[in-house]
């Protein structure tokens, strides 16, 4: 299969670009590929809002900048920031002008949030669902685009570079080019190659590597781990943001998340005792710090006080108003016995947010031609150490339209220069056995999960990351053995993808001698002098 323009997933970053390409070149057709339905993304399961400056009287894009800025702990790139802050609010009116709807007051403007971090209302939100919101008028868009073609259960084994190709066989890690993917159809169980002129990923996040988290069971890292084998460059994985907020459900992941929107609205974090302990953390900005600063405070509640929880008061908040905006939550959490204005709601972090991913520039190009990255799996320099809430579906949105551009020039460039198509190899099977020992994989995924919640956390030692790596060094020899000698499946491959994806976020933990923003280490509790980005 060849096409000029290849999505690699079908959230809300695959879908802008996908969709701005599309309606560009009519003449040309764009393959999205996702490896479930068009619509499991992360994105589906964004619950707060979209962060724009919306309201100028009250709020200033200096003010985001600034907020982004102080919640990303010194390592934003400040001109991405500048960007992101600027060109969202046109990107919002886009996603409006597709459909979305957003809550409004009752006088018929938008009803505006406020999360931690945020020192204005300024979050759109469709009640609690507002991925799902976003991705409905996506797919709805995408739906009357006839030049789309949305292609479901396929799995990425790896992008296609000249490592594939015998006579282009290069050492040097700064001219990789991607020609495409190889895919896995699902369907039919045969592995398949789909050249493209130019690949976008937009593969998501990463927080099934942790046994606890509120990403669905798609989020294995693939488009990380794809991009690291082929040489590409990695940064900052060492940030991992834990939700503070997750439903304590012993045995139940992905966790249900419980919005910080709840907390914006006047929820209370309570400890065993019942007392308000945000203030002793954070005395200015209490339940609405941001995320690293509530993550770390929870934790410290539940190991002085031996609980495996602490809990979140809404029983003072107003009822009809919290079911309006919290229909699902509400829905929830009656659903197994728990009344939001009777009872405290049990929450505890969860891994949630990777804030490192693939390397890109200012217009989303990865450290390989023809590739972009933007979402979750690409690491852009706006989130630094720490993601500043609502800030993901806006970076999403904005890089989807920056590839887009940068993809325009690159095109013309590749048609000009390319006199002839490039023969590429078809897949080579590792293994032909059938994947008769899937207790093997299934262990050993639920091992790696172990290693990652206790060693490599929301606090971290040197010790503990050690550790965590001589156990990551032993799950990783034996999953390539299998993998050589097994024919291969989903499940194969995203064991692997997660291995590596822990390794990069041991290696970048262990390399970062400091404690910032997401990564909280007990044995350097100092800041370095050093501002830097681990690049892997």
């Known amino acids: 299969m060849q096409t000029d323009f290849l999505v690699i997933g079908s959230g809300v970053a695959g879908l802008t670009y996908a969709l701005k390409v599309a309606k560009n070149f009519p003449d040309k057709q764009v393959i999205v590929i996702t490896k479930t339905d068009s619509d499991e993304t992360n994105t589906k399961y964004a619950q707060g809002g979209i962060a724009g400056v919306w309201n100028e009287e009250k709020d200033s894009y200096d003010k985001h900048i600034a907020d982004t800025l102080i919640a990303g702990d010194g390592l934003c790139n400040e001109k991405i920031v500048e960007i992101v802050v600027k060109e969202g609010p046109e990107r919002i009116k886009e996603i409006i002008e597709y459909g979305a709807r957003f809550d409004k007051n009752d006088i018929g403007e938008y009803s505006l949030g406020k999360e931690g971090g945020h020192s204005e209302n300024r979050i ?173 405070a929870i934790d410290n509640e539940m190991k002085r006080n031996g609980t495996e929880h602490v809990y979140l008061d809404c029983t003072h908040m107003d009822k009809e108003k919290f079911i309006h905006h919290f229909p699902n939550i509400y829905e929830h959490c009656l659903s197994i016995g728990i009344d939001a204005f009777k009872q405290w709601i049990p929450v505890a972090p969860a891994a949630h947010y990777s804030c490192g991913g693939i390397k890109t520039d200012e217009n989303g190009q990865t450290s390989i031609k023809h590739l972009y990255a933007c979402g979750e799996c690409a690491s852009t320099g706006l989130h630094g150490a720490n993601r500043l809430a609502s800030n993901s579906l806006l970076e999403a949105m904005v890089f989807g339209e920056r590839c887009f551009n940068d993809s325009i020039k690159l095109i013309e460039e590749i048609n000009a220069n390319q006199s002839h198509p490039i023969e590429l190899p078809d897949w080579k099977a590792k293994g032909t056995a059938e994947p008769k020992e899937m207790i093997l994989i299934t262990q050993t995924r639920k091992e790696l999960e172990q290693i990652m919640s206790d060693y490599v956390g929301i606090v971290r030692t040197d010790v503990r990351l050690k550790r965590a790596m001589r156990r990551l060094d032993l799950l990783y020899e034996e999953t390539e053995e299998l993998y050589k000698t097994t024919k291969v499946s989903p499940q194969m491959c995203e064991l692997r993808n997660l291995i590596t994806v822990g390794y990069l976020i041991v290696k970048g933990a262990e390399f970062r001698k400091e404690s910032r923003g997401l990564h909280y280490n007990t044995d350097h509790l100092n800041k370095s002098e050093l501002l830097q980005n681990i690049i892997l």
């Open 124 to 296: 759109l939100h469709h009640k609690d669902v507002t991925g799902l919101e976003i991705e409905r008028a996506l797919l709805n868009e995408v739906s009357k685009t006839k030049n789309i073609d949305l292609i479901n259960h396929c799995f990425v084994i790896d992008i296609i570079t000249q490592h594939h190709l015998g006579y282009l066989v290069t050492k040097s890690t700064t001219d990789i080019t991607c020609y495409g993917v190889y895919v896995l159809n699902v369907n039919s169980n045969q592995v398949e190659k789909i050249t493209s002129k130019i690949t976008l990923l937009a593969s998501g996040g990463n927080g099934q590597v942790y046994r606890t988290t509120t990403n669905p069971r798609i989020a294995t890292g693939d488009g990380v781990a794809m991009v690291y084998r082929a040489k590409g460059r990695i940064e900052n994985m060492e940030f991992i943001q834990f939700h503070p907020t997750a439903l304590y459900e012993p045995g139940v992941s992905p966790s249900f998340l419980i919005t910080e929107a709840v907390r914006g609205d006047g929820g209370i974090l309570r400890n065993k005792q019942g007392e308000a302990f945000m203030v002793n953390y954070d005395e200015e900005r209490r339940d609405l710090a941001p995320r690293d600063i509530v993550a770390r």
